[in-house]
């Protein structure tokens, strides 16, 4: 049978992915899409808000409308995206190319003709629904690497139109090759009080005095490229129970800055390694995780805090999973003591 907490997600999620299956995007470049970040990939202080397509170490390459729509807004900057394109779409979904080199003839010189009769270098920009139609497969823009980018690339986001949301793209069917599966690259454990930390591999057997949360440390490599990209979920349960979960499909602009209680960041800041909670802090509002209560007699998991009664020993189990499903599982031991913590 079913748990509440699934017919909740079901409940919840069912709508948006209806919505989904009416936009059925086509890639944006006609050359293989290897990436160089991914949607919601852990970054300084936020969320990365969609995928960074690598352009072969080259700009301008041709750049096209992945469904039809028209021009919302041009934003020209020395920083962020850069020379940027919205393209709104009548599904209700707005895509965003940023760090081009140039956009198509007709609207490069719109704009340059905007941002000169403004006495302007840089700016946004706001074109009437009826200025600019778009047609799918159609030339919008040229690849570059304008903004605050550190290499040629394409950034590429599907938002929700009506909240801004950004949304993963890969859930939309765009296809990236990825048959490697991610890499767990470090495990550390940390009392509740904050006070103690300690590393730990699968397989060992945490003594654990105090009440305690798991940090975890990992990437993923997609086919073509040795570059680590970010995960797209992390399950967890402690005997057999699911305590934790993490799904990146979906981010919010207003809270993405809320990263840093997201991972540990006391170990960011010691380690420069973004370790992600598998644990939730009070008054944290990021909705990318859900936590499940567990009592049983011998442990109880709460908010992905484990607590285990002295002497017994209890078994978590961890799956880390990248869009394609892709499995890293292993497994650790948490053993409930009186004596000092040992990691």
Sequence with gaps: MLNRSLILGLLLTAPFLQAQSSFAPSAPLDIPLVLSGTFAELRGNHFHGGIDIKTQGRSGLRIGAVADGYVSRVAVSPYGYGNALYVRHPEGYTTVYGHLNAFYPELEQW????????????????????????????????????????????????RDTKTEEPLNPLEFGIEVKDTR????????????????????????????????????????????????????AIEASVEGKNFFTA???????????????????????????????????????????????????????????????????????VTIKDFEGNANAFSFYVKGTKRPMKG
């Excluded at 397989?203 to 975890?216: C, H, M, Q, W, Y």
């Excluded at 973004?274 to 859900?290: A, C, G, I, K």
């Excluded at 049983?296 to 078994?315: C, L, M, N, Q, Y």
């Design 111 to 158: 704009v340059e003709d905007q941002l000169r009769d403004r006495s302007k270098n840089d700016g946004n920009l706001y074109p009437s629904p009826e200025q600019f139609k778009i047609t799918r497969g159609q030339l919008v823009a040229f690849s570059g690497n304008t903004g605050g980018s550190f290499g040629p690339h394409l950034h590429f986001e599907i």
């Design 181 to 232: 599966k991610p890499d767990m690259r470090g495990l550390k454990w940390t009392a509740q009080d904050f006070n103690t930390t300690g590393s730990f591999k699968p397989g060992d057997t945490i003594s654990a005095e105090k009440t305690v949360g798991i940090d975890l440390f990992t990437t993923d490599k997609q086919d073509l490229a040795n570059n680590n990209n970010g995960v797209y």
């Design 247 to 317: 799904n990146y499909r979906r981010i919010n602009f207003s809270t993405s800055r809320f990263i840093n209680a997201h991972i540990n960041y006391d170990l960011y800041c010691t380690q420069g390694v973004r370790y992600t909670r598998l644990y939730e802090l009070e008054n944290n509002p990021l909705d990318l995780t859900t936590t499940y209560e567990v009592a049983e007699p011998a442990f109880r998991a709460s908010k992905g805090w484990i607590t285990v009664a002295e002497d017994s020993v209890i078994k978590v189990d």
